[in-house]
């Protein structure tokens, strides 16, 4: 069971939590049927997303035997059988399909978005991945499809303030998993890295990060919750913390960068409580009157 779990990126789920997003910003988290729906949406994203991680595993099974980390994947190592990945495969794909029955929103729109977030997924594993800039693009465009499909799942539309800095740090964390892929050198087998050089990561990682704290103030100013104002100084100090972590020995990549660190991950839950109480307890109680 446990190499099932790893086949599946169980700990990747995390980055479906955007899906939750536009619920939760728009105040009306406790929606009892708008909750439900992002509750479904989020088992089937997870559902399909594991689905696409085993047929990119099965389709660069040889290419992994022979990288020092991914030989130890439950494929690559044999540990589990491809005939038997295949089937999981196809159980996550039935469930994910499943799941969209009993979600009351706008069903088509959501499908579509699930067909989209597939597509987006087969170009880059087809050769998409191989191509510089692209391969940015189309990681990007997967976050961007999750906090969407978050929004087609509720009928609430994404404020542009939103999308410009899940974006632009979506990006950030992007460019610094390819920054220290090629400044570790460990990935011979992604072909990318010979076409990137350092410096331009590194530039292009940081001009993004600059811009996301300056849309997620515009964002938060915009919205005239002054409670919330709390938060940018903690957003930059969970920048700051998490640059430090890249710019060490770290993988760059944003899952195991947030799960290694214990401090980070604190910051991230008072960043949650905050919001929470600037969200649903401050316009209740009054506590914006005093700000």
């Known amino acids: 069971m446990k190499q099932y779990v790893k086949l599946i990126r169980v700990h990747h789920y995390i980055k479906n939590v955007l899906i939750f997003f536009p619920l939760f910003f728009s105040a009306d988290l406790l ?40 030989r130890r994947r439950p494929l ?42 597939l597509l987006v997924n087969i170009i880059y594993s087809m050769g998409g991945k191989h191509i510089p800039i692209i391969d940015v693009f189309l990681l990007v465009g997967g976050f961007f499809l999750r906090l969407y499909y978050g929004s087609a799942l509720t009928d609430i539309p994404i404020s542009g303030w939103m999308y410009l800095t899940i974006v632009s740090l979506s990006f950030y964390l992007v460019l610094g998993k390819r920054r220290n892929e090629l400044l570790r050198q460990e990935d011979e087998t992604r072909k990318v890295l010979a076409q990137y050089n350092y410096s331009f990561l590194d530039k292009m990682m940081y001009m993004f990060l600059g811009m ?23 957003v930059m100090i969970i920048c700051m913390q998490y640059s430090l972590l890249v710019e060490s020995s770290s993988s760059g990549d944003p899952v195991d960068v947030l799960l290694s660190s214990k401090l980070l991950l604190l910051f991230a839950v008072i960043l949650g409580l905050i919001f929470f109480a600037g969200l649903y307890l401050a316009p209740k109680f009054g506590w914006l009157a005093i700000l």
């Not at 929606?31 to 479904?40: A, D, I, R, T, V």
């Not at 059988?81 to 994910?96: D, E, I, M």
């Not at 515009?218 to 903690?234: A, C, E, H, Q, S």
């Open 76 to 117: 690559a190592s044999g540990a589990i059988s491809k005939k038997s990945a295949f089937f999981a495969a196809a159980v996550l794909v039935a469930l994910a399909a499943a799941t969209q029955f009993f979600i009351t929103a706008q069903r088509l729109y959501c499908v579509i978005v699930l067909l989209i977030y």
């Open 31 to 70: 929606n009892f049927s708008l909750l439900k729906n992002c509750l479904l949406g989020f088992a089937g994203f997870s559902f399909l997303s594991s689905a696409i991680y085993i047929f990119n595993d099965l389709r660069d099974i040889e290419s992994d035997r022979l990288h020092t980390e991914k």
């Open 212 to 234: 996301t704290l300056v849309f997620y103030s515009m964002w938060l100013v915009g919205g005239g919750n002054r409670f919330l104002y709390l938060t940018i100084p903690l």
